[in-house]
């Protein structure tokens, strides 16, 4: 089974850019549908954006309306990686983010539908 390792977080002020990293080891991650998640202090897990393949090339990508415009995740075949590439960085945007692997048939958007997660990288935006 695959394992994931994120990394990339750090602080940044408002406008700015950061990339983040999800390693997958044990296995490859085109295997499963990759989804990025972030949970900030009080609040719920939510869903930020997801990928899913059509061989070893990316097929589809998915975003949440927040992020849409701003976020983008592509992968690094080669490296097991999967990058999520954060523009335009707002104060809201401020969370513990985690890459996570769906392997069965499910609805991406939702937390339940992920199998296997990451440790999470903090992400935080001052203003």
């Known amino acids: 089974q695959v394992q994931l390792g994120e990394s990339g977080g750090g602080s940044v002020q408002t406008g700015g850019s950061l990339r983040l990293s999800c390693t997958a080891s044990g296995g490859t991650f085109s295997s499963y549908i990759m989804g990025w998640f972030r949970q900030a202090p009080g609040n719920e897990r939510e869903f930020v954006a997801a990928i899913r393949w059509s061989g070893q090339n990316a097929e589809y990508a998915d975003y949440a309306g927040s992020v849409k415009g701003r976020f983008s995740t592509s992968p690094d075949m080669a490296k097991s990686t999967l990058f999520l590439q954060m523009n335009n960085l707002k104060p809201e945007d401020t969370a513990v983010y985690y890459c996570?692997?769906?392997?069965?048939?499910?609805?991406?958007?939702?937390?339940?539908?992920?199998?296997?997660w990451g440790q999470g990288t903090q992400v935080t935006v001052s203003s």
């Open positions: 996570a692997a769906m392997s069965r048939v499910g609805d991406y958007r939702l937390r339940s539908s992920y199998d296997i």
